[in-house]
């Protein structure tokens, strides 16, 4: 287990499930995506399994034949429809206010296509965040592979010691461990688990 950083330098966070809840969002997205090909929805029971693994991965087990950058522009024309369908993440906001009054930088590390995911931001009133993003199809491989972090430590100035990465799925957990940062995870086991956003936000106040 990694230890708190002694200075704390930035916090990357990732997006669905930690700031905004989209899955809802995102069934109808991919459904939309599948019903174009002729395959059957997956509807949420089937989405779930699948949920939050990356474009590369969405077009080896989703979308046989797909390329990244061809899922990516039919993620981006099906996504507005939806977006009425986001929620934000209790606590959230009053984080990003915390972090932001203490000028400890923020960066949005993230599977989710960049646009995507600004969409998502502007759509739960994050729109600060907007210009501080990484996404999947900014890198080779998504989380779990660690390159998507190193680019929020690249991005925010921060060293792999002195930052700390939230997020709520076992890749979040990995991806963070294998870039050497230390993991707060919401609901899943890491180096510090929480329940609840305002857990962080105590700490960091």
């Given at each position: 287990?990694?230890?708190?950083?002694?200075e704390?330098?930035?916090?990357?966070?990732?997006?669905?499930?930690?700031?905004?809840?989209?899955f809802?969002?995102?069934?109808g997205?991919l459904?939309e995506?599948?019903?174009r090909?002729?395959l059957?929805?997956?509807?949420?029971?089937?989405v779930t399994?699948y949920?939050g693994?990356?474009i590369e991965?969405?077009?080896?087990?989703l979308f046989?034949?797909?390329?990244p950058?061809?899922?990516?522009?039919e993620?981006?024309?099906a996504?507005p429809?939806?977006v009425?369908?986001?929620q934000?993440?209790?606590?959230g906001a009053?984080?990003v206010?915390?972090l932001?009054?203490?000028g400890?930088?923020?960066w949005?590390?993230?599977?989710c296509p960049?646009?995507?995911?600004?969409?998502?931001?502007?759509?739960?009133?994050l729109s600060?965040?907007?210009?501080?993003?990484?996404g999947?199809?900014?890198?080779?491989?998504g989380?779990?592979?660690?390159?998507i972090?190193?680019r929020?430590l690249a991005?925010t100035?921060?060293?792999?010691?002195?930052a700390?990465?939230v997020?709520?799925?076992?890749?979040?957990?990995?991806?963070?461990?294998?870039a050497?940062?230390?993991?707060?995870g919401?609901?899943?086991?890491?180096?510090w688990?929480?329940?609840h956003?305002?857990q962080?936000?105590e700490r960091?106040?």
């Amino acid at each position: 287990m990694r230890s708190w950083p002694r200075e704390l330098q930035a916090v990357l966070f990732d997006l669905d499930g930690v700031l905004a809840n989209s899955f809802e969002a995102w069934v109808g997205v991919l459904d939309e995506c599948r019903e174009r090909r002729g395959l059957a929805p997956l509807g949420v029971a089937g989405v779930t399994p699948y949920w939050g693994q990356g474009i590369e991965a969405d077009c080896e087990t989703l979308f046989p034949g797909a390329t990244p950058e061809s899922l990516v522009a039919e993620y981006d024309e099906a996504f507005p429809k939806y977006v009425d369908r986001i929620q934000p993440i209790d606590g959230g906001a009053a984080l990003v206010q915390t972090l932001e009054r203490r000028g400890i930088p923020i960066w949005v590390v993230t599977n989710c296509p960049r646009a995507l995911a600004r969409a998502i931001l502007e759509a739960i009133g994050l729109s600060q965040l907007v210009d501080r993003v990484t996404g999947g199809d900014d890198v080779a491989r998504g989380k779990p592979d660690p390159e998507i972090i190193q680019r929020g430590l690249a991005n925010t100035g921060a060293t792999a010691d002195g930052a700390i990465l939230v997020g709520d799925t076992t890749n979040d957990v990995a991806a963070g461990a294998r870039a050497e940062v230390f993991v707060v995870g919401l609901g899943v086991d890491a180096d510090w688990r929480v329940e609840h956003l305002a857990q962080l936000e105590e700490r960091l106040r």
